[in-house]
Each structure stands twice: as structure tokens, then as C-alpha cells.
Nanobody
């Protein structure tokens, strides 16, 4: 089992930046690809970004490309999502997720473990 705990969410204004963190425990962090998935009220979960086990490969949803950056620090068992140029449509609960397949996962279906999420609210 992998336990994932997100932090860093909050209420910000459009155009602001925010950094989310996800701390993993339970298994060797570097064995897993990691990702961020978000869910807005009344909508289905949406893939945001993914990173492979080493951090050498990343993938992003078109809606966040150029504004968000995913990274990981394997020696600290931590995943990050740096978000810039935030828009009201980025408002959602952001979940981090771990995939036993160590390569980048571009959909929500490739992940085996999920965190509870952290709320990000962007006001206009």
C-alpha cells in the first residue's frame, strides 16, 4: 500500500500561483510514476499531469500545458505541482496518485493509489 497526503491548496485570485505537495509513504516512492488529477464540482475526474519514476518524463493536459509544472523529489518522497496563471476553471479538488507502472500515465485509469485531495479555489 502507498499512502498519499496532499497539501498546499487554498483560495487564490485569477492569475496567482500556487504549489501543491504530495507526500508518499508505505512503499518505495521511486518505484512509481506519479500524477495529479482534479475533480471540479459536478464533473468527472480529469487528468492534469504525470511524471515517470525518475522525473525524466512528464505529460500534461492541454488545459494546463505551459502553466503547470509537475516535479518530484525522490529522496524526500514528495511530488509537487507548481501552478501559475491560475484561472477560475482550475477550481477543483486536486488529488495526487501513484501508478505501479513506472512510466507516465496520461489518463486517470492508470493509477493504483490515490490521496484524499486538496481544494484549490480560484476567484475571478
Amino acid at each position: 500500500q502507498v499512502q498519499l497526503v496532499e497539501s498546499g491548496g487554498g483560495l487564490v485570485e485569477a492569475g496567482d500561483s500556487l504549489r501543491l505537495s504530495c507526500t508518499a509513504s508505505g512503499r518505495t516512492f521511486s518505484n512509481y510514476a506519479m500524477g495529479w488529477v482534479r475533480q471540479a464540482p459536478g464533473k468527472e475526474r480529469e487528468f492534469v499531469a504525470s511524471i515517470n519514476w525518475s522525473g525524466g518524463y512528464t505529460a500534461y493536459a492541454d488545459s494546463v500545458k505551459g502553466r503547470f509544472t509537475i516535479s518530484r523529489y525522490n529522496t524526500k518522497d514528495t511530488l509537487y505541482l507548481q501552478m501559475g496563471g491560475l484561472k477560475p476553471e482550475d477550481t477543483a479538488v486536486y488529488h495526487c496518485a501513484a501508478a505501479s507502472a513506472a512510466r507516465v500515465q496520461r489518463t486517470i485509469f492508470g493509477y493504483d493509489y490515490w490521496g484524499q485531495g486538496t481544494q484549490v479555489t480560484v476567484s475571478s
